[in-house]
């Protein structure tokens, strides 16, 4: 299993700013992963961040907006930049143990942009 | 690309009635995943399903997996208040495969 600290728990920011999660793990992984879930709905994987590279982002989210950095096996950050109210919504961090394996959730940074 | 759906997207049962909820995949699945998230959580996991037809149980919950490999069910006898919370499914697509598609989720609420 992995423990994983995410924070902040929650923020409420200015549209225009930005805001860094940080996500820390107990464990080396190899993988880690961010998600976006809006209000009521599922999650949404934003990117997947590579240890050593770039991080690889899903049709919809791009690097200006979202970008990435993965210093280490064992922690990452997501910035949510030039933040609009639309940007709203639970942030997750996960990891996997391996392939096909069960996913471990950080606790989820509320955002509300105002 | 794969999509992964979910139905009901709400239910609402008394307490002591079963609930089910069901997931389709649009692919061949590797295997399924149960999450449950209760309200202001995180998603956690329940159960993996990796066998074709493969069925499996935890207390009151009861996981199922598909012939094909392309749907599954998770059913809960005689719900109590602590179920409540938001089920996923959730699905890699094929073997080496590292992408989780997650369901939309049934948000289950029991009435005491």
């Known amino acids: 299993s992995a423990v994983i600290s995410q924070k902040p728990s929650r923020d409420i920011c200015q549209r225009g700013t930005s805001l860094t999660i940080q996500c820390q793990v107990d464990s080396q992984v190899t993988m880690m992963f961010w998600y976006r879930q809006q209000p009521g709905q599922s999650l949404t994987l934003i990117a997947t961040a590579n240890q050593g590279s770039e991080a690889t982002y899903e049709s919809g989210f791009v690097i200006d907006k979202f970008p990435i950095s993965r210093p280490n096996l064992t922690f990452s950050t997501l910035t949510v930049s030039n933040l609009s109210p639309e940007d709203s919504s639970i942030y997750l961090c996960?990891?996997?143990?391996?392939?096909?394996?069960?996913?471990?959730f950080g606790q989820g940074t509320r955002l509300t942009v105002v | 690309g794969q999509q992964v759906m979910q139905i009901p997207q709400y239910q609402h049962v008394q307490e002591g009635e079963d609930f089910t909820t069901y997931c389709n995949s649009s692919?061949?699945?590797?295997?399924i995943q149960w999450y449950k998230q209760r309200p202001g959580g995180h998603p956690v996991f329940l159960i993996q399903l990796v066998k074709s037809g493969e069925v499996k149980k935890q207390k009151r919950l009861t996981f199922q997996f598909g012939e094909a490999k392309k749907n599954s069910s998770l059913h809960i006898t005689a719900t109590q208040t602590t179920d409540v919370g938001t089920y996923f499914c959730a699905g890699y697509s094929g073997a080496g495969s590292y992408q989780l598609t997650f369901g939309k989720g049934t948000k289950l609420s029991v009435i005491p």
């Open positions: 692919t061949t699945l590797s295997n």
């Open positions: 996960s990891v996997y143990s391996g392939m096909n394996t069960e996913a471990f």
